[in-house]
T-cell receptor
């Protein structure tokens, strides 16, 4: 089956850099996505990796190592509005079925 | 470009009643997903459609849940009869094809009493 593991909570201060890790187990891995979800809101897409390496999108970057079944989301210049839950999600090659992790709750302190 | 539309936004029912949710994906998106998200957990895929065909429904409790996507556009998800543990947010998402970028609707918050 498929499973993903990520820390349940991370706390950081405004202006800092934080890294949220995700390890996955799946057969037929295709890619890893990251989503942000504020309380009461819907998940919104942040970043995607299908190949090894770093993808940068503004203050957010995502990294993937297929050999280690590992990825991370890097948030730079943290702002209070970044306080939210962050989910990693993987797709497999069999119809691109998507499995989400349990989420990491990020608290940004002043 | 209009986003994914869902209705209703909120629903309160009693156990053993039935309920239906509606989703209209982004125009041109071939793939449509229904997720169940219980408070404090990640979204759990219930069913995935590619156009009007089912790609995956392995986690759909088929004794009480059903979904259809007629004409490959909008979709309905039905629960009949509802149980207390069905209380959750039901999210609809769509993507162009591969699923790496999914666009979510606002969700329907269901409370079963």
């Amino acid at each position: 089956g498929q499973s993903l593991e990520q820390p349940s909570e991370v706390t950081a201060v405004e202006g800092a850099i934080v890294q949220i890790n995700c390890t996955y187990q799946t057969s037929g891995f295709y890619g890893l996505s990251w989503y942000q979800q504020h309380d009461g809101g819907a998940p919104t897409f942040l970043s995607y990796n299908a190949l090894d390496g770093l993808e940068e999108t503004g203050r957010f970057s995502s990294f993937l190592s297929r050999s280690d079944s590992y990825g991370y989301l890097l948030l730079q210049e943290l702002q209070m509005k970044d306080s939210a839950s962050y989910f990693c999600a993987c797709q497999n090659t069999g119809g691109f079925k998507t499995i989400f992790g349990a989420g990491t709750r990020l608290f940004v302190k002043a | 470009e209009a986003g994914v539309a869902q209705s209703p936004r909120y629903k309160i029912i009693e156990k053993r009643q039935s309920v239906a949710f509606w989703c209209n994906p982004i125009s041109g998106h071939a793939t449509l997903y229904w997720y169940q998200q219980i408070l404090g957990q990640g979204p759990k895929l219930l069913i995935q459609f590619q156009n009007n065909g089912v790609v995956d429904d392995s986690q759909l409790p088929k004794d009480r849940f059903s979904a259809e996507r007629l004409k490959g556009v909008d979709s309905t998800l039905k629960i009949q009869p509802a149980k207390l543990e069905d209380s959750a947010v039901y999210l609809c998402a769509s993507s162009l094809g591969g699923g790496e970028t999914q666009y979510f609707g606002p969700g329907t918050r269901l409370l079963v009493l």
